[in-house]
C-alpha cells in the first residue's frame, strides 16, 4: 500500500512541541514526517513501525520521537559520520547536532546541509540568503531557522518551500503554524514569529553528497535509542 506523503503549507497546522526546549527537536520530527510516510503514518495512527517508541495519542508519540531527537542532537556520538559535540539539554537544540540529523534521517537521503551564521549580515545580505533558501529549499529538503533576540538566538523553525517567487512558508512548533514570510521581513528582522524577529542560523540544504556504505535509515525511526548512530 501506497501511503500519501505528510504535506505542510500556508494556513495548515503541524505538531507542536511538547516540551520548552524542544522546538529544534519537534522540527527535526516535523522533517522526518515530511519526507517518510511511513513515519507520519505511525505518528498519525500508531501503526506500521515495529519497535517505535510507545504513545495513545498523535502528540504522545510525537513528544516520545521528539525526546529521542533531542537525545541523539544533544549526545556525543563519534562514528563514520564523524563528531557529534555533546551540548546541555535544557539549551534546546546545537545547530551541528541539528544538520546532523538532517543529513541522517530527517531529510531527502542523500542531502547535504551547512550551517550559515547570519546574525551580523546586513540587509542586503539577508535578502541574499533568504534568496539563496527560496531556490534550494524543496520537498524532502527544508531548512532550519534559529531566531531570538538582537543578542540571544531563543527559537527554532523549520522553513519550507514557499510560493516559488518571494515567500518561504515557515513552521513554527510552538503553536504548529505555519506561515508565509517575505525576503522583506526575513531582512528586515520584522519576522514576528513567537515572538521573535532575529535570524541566527540558518541550516539549508547545499545538494547532493556522496554517501559511504550503507546508511541504515530505519536506525532514526526511533526503533533503540542505543541503535541510533548511522553506520
Known amino acids: ?6 504535506r505542510l503549507v500556508n494556513g495548515d497546522t503541524g505538531p507542536r512541541q511538547q516540551s520548552p526546549v524542544t522546538c529544534g527537536s519537534a522540527c527535526l520530527t516535523t522533517a522526518r514526517m515530511l519526507v517518510d510516510p511511513a513515519f507520519a503514518h505511525w505518528i498519525a495512527t500508531g501503526e506500521g513501525l515495529p519497535g517505535s517508541p510507545e504513545g495513545r495519542s498523535p502528540a504522545d508519540r510525537f513528544a516520545a520521537y521528539e525526546r529521542i531527537v533531542h537525545r541523539r542532537t544533544n549526545g556525543f556520538t563519534l562514528d563514520r559520520s564523524g563528531l557529534n559535540v555533546p551540548w546541555p539539554r535544557f539549551l534546546g537544540t546545537p545547530p551541528w547536532g541539528a544538520k546532523r540529523e ?5 531529510a531527502k537521503h542523500g542531502t547535504d ?17 533568504f ?3 527560496n531556490a534550494v529549499v524543496a520537498d524532502g529538503m527544508p531548512a532550519l531557522l534559529y531566531v531570538g533576540s538582537a543578542t540571544l538566538p531563543r527559537h527554532v523553525l523549520l522553513v519550507l518551500p514557499g510560493n516559488g517567487d518571494d515567500r518561504l512558508d515557515v513552521y513554527d512548533p510552538a503553536d ?3 506561515r508565509a514570510r517575505s525576503v522583506g521581513s526575513f531582512a528586515s528582522h520584522e519576522l514576528k514569529i513567537s515572538g521573535w524577529n532575529v535570524p541566527w542560523f540558518v541550516i539549508a540544504p547545499t545538494g547532493p553528497r556522496a554517501v559511504r556504505g550503507r546508511l541504515r535509515l530505519q536506525r532514526y525511526a526511533g526503533l ?3 541503535d541510533a548512530s548511522p553506520a
Open 102 to 106: 538532517l543529513e541522517f534521517g530527517a
Open 224 to 226: 533503540a535509542e542505543a
Open 131 to 133: 534568496e539563496r533558501l
Open 1 to 6: 500500500m501506497t501511503l500519501p506523503a505528510y
Open 113 to 129: 546541509y551547512a550551517i550559515t551564521v547570519v546574525r551580523p549580515l546586513t540587509h542586503d545580505q539577508l535578502a541574499q540568503v
Open 176 to 178: 504548529g503554524s505555519v
